[in-house]
């Protein structure tokens, strides 16, 4: 048995791989997810016409079929690249069932012409801002079929009138209801997919690309709340300079490079506590705020980096690359300001340079 949730994720997301943005991944979906609504409709549609026993239905609902049938062209248009193509597709399949249903078999009894509302609106959330001249022909030619039934009416076949007054209005409401329904949830999806794109775009703002720590500025502000607080606490601020880096680059390239980077941080990683924050200020520079750490804590803490350091090599290519590293260590209590601390942190981070690397070097701010 098929999993459905896969399946449905699947279809969902053809045609992802293709886009460029985070934005333009939310239209392909919302395309996709048309695709599956549209589907749904005719098929739920056409059971409840069936359910009436009234051939005029029944036989509006055959005239939806080869539509139907037609509808997964676009997932794929999606999967093959074909992203401006799957949304004309969408919408030239959409309308012309609508219009076909409307001609041959229901007439506007049903309200149906409703649905060129909902197509009018819709295409603005399918196409990129780039493209507006396709959302407004359709949003010009929809709206001119809408006032088009809506003023002139259109009769439906003669066993569309034996149906009972409760039945009639019964799927007018579920006609126009499936309408307001399709929008509510293309505007949820649309609304979601915004704000997990800030997410990300925060995330990208805030994040180093090659370790995925926290970068430079991000680990600033970090810092300069903590110290707006202005709270008598513990802080201690270490400054870490991988010592030789350049070497690995020079033996092994800028990939060997790279890859050593994604080593170390892996070991800070593991290294740090829950509310300790860490990140990557410069190229081979890294920086953590240990929070409410006593000196002696802080200290430990910071040999113990030096020897698990020491003990896990870097091996590239079968190559092994001894890691080692100098560490600047600033303790402080939380009243000071953000430049003293880091050029106090610079100045120790000197210090075990000049003294042979391989060592950490303490300041301490009163």
Same mark, same amino acid.
Do not use: C, M, P, Y
């Given at each position: 048995m098929p999993n459905l949730p896969s399946l449905f994720l699947k279809l969902l997301t053809l045609g992802c791989q293709h886009s460029s943005s985070k934005t333009l991944e939310r239209k392909v979906i919302q395309v996709n997810l048309g695709v599956m609504v549209s589907a749904t409709t005719i098929l739920l549609f056409d059971f409840l016409f069936y359910l009436t026993g009234n051939g005029a239905l029944i036989y509006s609902g055959l005239i939806q079929t080869p539509f139907l049938l037609l509808l997964p062209t676009v997932w794929w248009l999606n999967h093959t690249g074909r992203l401006f193509l799957a949304r004309w597709a969408i919408f030239i399949i959409v309308i012309a069932d609508t219009t076909s249903t409307l001609l041959l078999a229901q007439g506007t009894q049903l309200l149906i012409h409703y649905y060129f509302l909902l197509f009018a609106i819709i295409p603005a959330a399918f196409f990129e801002i780039s493209q507006w001249r396709s959302s407004a022909i359709l949003f010009i030619t929809n709206l001119s079929l809408y006032f088009f039934f809506q003023l002139n009416g259109w009769e439906a076949l003669p066993e569309i009138y034996e149906l009972q007054a409760q039945q009639l209005n019964l799927l007018r409401v579920i006609m126009v209801g499936s309408s307001v329904f399709t929008i509510i949830l293309l505007l949820l999806i649309s609304e979601r997919y915004s704000e997990r794109n800030e997410v990300f775009l925060e995330k990208l703002a805030n994040t180093d690309p090659l370790t995925s720590l926290n970068n430079r500025r991000?680990? *600033? #502000?970090?810092?300069?709340?903590? /110290? %707006? !607080? $202005? @709270? &008598? =606490?513990? @802080? %201690? /601020?270490? *400054? +870490?300079? *991988? &010592?030789?880096? $350049? =070497? *690995?680059? #020079?033996?092994?390239?800028?990939? %060997?490079? &790279?890859?050593?980077? !994604?080593? +170390?941080?892996? +070991? /800070?990683s593991k290294h740090v506590g829950e509310n300790e924050l860490l990140a990557r200020?410069?190229?081979?520079e890294f920086a953590i705020l240990y929070i409410e750490s006593t000196a002696e804590l802080a200290t430990k !803490?910071?040999? %113990? @980096?030096?020897?698990?350091?020491?003990s896990t090599p870097f091996y590239y290519f079968e190559k092994e690359y001894k890691i080692t590293a100098s560490i600047g260590l600033c303790i402080f209590t939380g009243q000071q300001d953000l430049d003293q601390v880091m050029r106090e942190a610079d100045e120790a981070l000197y210090r075990a340079k000049e003294e042979g690397r391989n060592r950490q070097k303490i300041k301490k701010i009163a």
């Open positions: 991000h680990f *600033i #502000d970090n810092v300069q709340q903590q /110290l %707006a !607080k $202005k @709270l &008598d =606490q513990n @802080l %201690a /601020l270490a *400054i +870490i300079d *991988i &010592d030789h880096f $350049k =070497q *690995i680059n #020079d033996t092994g390239g800028h990939d %060997a490079g &790279d890859e050593a980077l !994604k080593h +170390i941080s892996q +070991i /800070l200020v410069g190229g081979e !803490k910071g040999d %113990a @980096l030096l020897r698990q350091f020491e």
